[in-house]
C-alpha cells in the first residue's frame, strides 16, 4: 500500500472525531443547566411568606402619653385639662397584675385590692379590641400608680372605683378614651362630660381599634 493510501483512513477517522465533538459540544448548550438546592422562584416566595410585606393601612404603633408636670390644671375640667393632675393628693399603689384594659390588681395602703377604673369600659375578654386594651393599660400604668375616688365607692363586685394615674399625673382614663381603646363611663363621676368629648372625637376621627 502507498503512503498516501495509508494516510486517507486515517483522516476519515480525525474527521469523524472532530465532528462527534462539535455535536456534543452544540447537544450541551441546547439543555437548560442543572441546579442544586432551592430554585430562585422557590426562595422568593420563602422570603415573602418569612417576611410580608405591611399592608396598607396597617395600625400604627401607640403613641408616646402625654407629658404631665407643673402647675397642673385647677377648676372645672375641660377636655384639655382632664389629662393632667396633681398626684400628689392621691393614693399611691403598687401594680401587682393587668386583668384586662379597665380593671387591675393593686396593692395600696397595704391591701390588696382589685381597681376598676372609674372613668372608662373597654371591652371583654374574646371581644374586638379586648387584647389591644389591656396591652395599651400595661404600659401606661407601669408598676406604680396613683388613684382618684369620686362619687361612688365600689362596684357591685366589690372592686374598689378609682381613676388611674402614672406618677406624673397622667390619666390613664382619659388616654385610653382618647386613643380609642375604651368608652367612656357616662352614668356619674366627675370626669364624665369631658371623658365623654374625648370619646366623641375619637369616634368621629376613627381613631383606635374601638371606631375603625
Not at 401607640?62 to 389629662?83: K, L
Not at 408598676?143 to 365607692?153: M, N, P
Not at 366589690?158 to 381603646?181: C, F, H, I, K, Q
Request: glycine letters at 8%; charged letters at 20%; one cysteine or more.
Amino acid at each position: 500500500m502507498s503512503p498516501r493510501a495509508r494516510i486517507a483512513p486515517a483522516l476519515v477517522v480525525v474527521a469523524c472525531a472532530l465532528l462527534a465533538a462539535a455535536c456534543a459540544s452544540a447537544s450541551s448548550r441546547g439543555r437548560a443547566p442543572t441546579t442544586t438546592g432551592t430554585p430562585a422562584a422557590a426562595t422568593a416566595t420563602a422570603t415573602i411568606a418569612v417576611n410580608p410585606p405591611t399592608p396598607t393601612g396597617a395600625p400604627a404603633s401607640n403613641p408616646a402619653p402625654r407629658a404631665c408636670a407643673p402647675p397642673y390644671p385647677s377648676g372645672p375640667p375641660t377636655t384639655g385639662s382632664v389629662f393632667c393632675a396633681d398626684p400628689s393628693t392621691m393614693d399611691s399603689a403598687r401594680v401587682v397584675r393587668i386583668v384586662d384594659g379597665d380593671t387591675i390588681h393593686v396593692v395600696v395602703n397595704g391591701k390588696d385590692e382589685t381597681i376598676r377604673f372609674y372613668g372608662i369600659n373597654t371591652t371583654e375578654r374574646g371581644q374586638a379590641c379586648s387584647s389591644e386594651g389591656t396591652e395599651r393599660t400595661r404600659q401606661l400604668v407601669g408598676t406604680d400608680v396613683r388613684l382618684r375616688a369620686d362619687a361612688r365607692e365600689r362596684d357591685k363586685y366589690g372592686r374598689l372605683l378609682r381613676y388611674v394615674y402614672t406618677p406624673s399625673g397622667l390619666s390613664v382614663d382619659a388616654e385610653m378614651v382618647a386613643e380609642g381603646l375604651a368608652r367612656a363611663w357616662r352614668s356619674d363621676g366627675a370626669l364624665r362630660f369631658p371623658m365623654i368629648a374625648l370619646e366623641d372625637a375619637a369616634r368621629a376621627a376613627r381613631r383606635g381599634c374601638l371606631w375603625q
